[in-house]
């Protein structure tokens, strides 16, 4: 069990949910934290309140997808914490419909935030960790990496690209013989509140998948089963791992009919998202 007390930690997207939640978790573990956010209110209230808990935190407005913006940050945050020890890129952009009916800037947007921002985060960090022969890259992608959902095509397309990018990273970097380089992919299931407010399966897609109450059941995959045991995957509920196995042993045809099935056609009818955020389909809307 690898001790996080001591680590310095970047978190993308650690304003709200997910991100939120995991630093708290690392604030208690004795890691020093940047956050790195688009929305400067939240940023600014996550790092009162991380501060009032004791934590060495330096809070950033930032686009993940300004790759001359990471690149500052990046010199920031040597400069403030000394080194990067652990790089979580969690932050995440989702626009809802479907593929043909949104103007195709929706697609290249949520690629940009969900997958090019992870080149330029890692390409930063990356060097030095190989260099210290230690580190560690956490990405967050998504259950829809292993069961893709319809009206999330670019989600869906930029979820299995970072699973992509997580899994050859770390042959990579194996390949080097740099096995203290250590990568975790992320899968969540549905968080019922947040970004994927309103998004829901059936009643069975529920009872294989069942939508998780609090982002901190994801925080804590990423920090005890991710960061401290070091784990490549983290898939929360484990009932996705079930998706997995199906995907690899039944014919194409039955699992686009059993995806339909446990009701991910319809998954999007009801979606809300963040409302009054970058994720919520009535500022979509009003473009
Ligand atoms: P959230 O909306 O609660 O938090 C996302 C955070 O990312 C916010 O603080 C937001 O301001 C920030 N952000 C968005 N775009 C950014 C940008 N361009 N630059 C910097 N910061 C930016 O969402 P969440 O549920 O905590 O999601 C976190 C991650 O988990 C995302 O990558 C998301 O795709 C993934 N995920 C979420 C769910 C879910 O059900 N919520 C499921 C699977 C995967």
Redesign the pocket.
Known sequence: MTKLAGKKAIV????????LATCRRLVREGCDVTI????EK?LMTAEKELTAMGGKIFAYV????DKDRTHDLAEQARKDMGRVDILIN?????RDGMFWEQPVENAVKQMD??VN?LFYSIHEFLPEMMDRDSGHIVN????VAISSAPGLAAYTTS?WAVWGLTDVLRLEVMTAKKNGVKFTSVH????AT???EG?TLNLLGRLISPPIKD?DVIAKGIVEKGLKKQRHLVVIPWQIYIGMIIRGIVPNFILARLSLLVGLGSCINNYQG?KG???STSEVKKE
Request: proline share 2%.
């Open positions: 993308t997207g650690g304003a709200m949910g997910i991100g790195w956010d688009l929305s939240e930032c686009d993940v997808s969690n932050a995440g952009f989702v935030v969900n921002a967050v992608s998504s259950g979820k969540p299931g549905n968080i947040g970004m994927f998004f982002h963040r955020f970058i994720h």
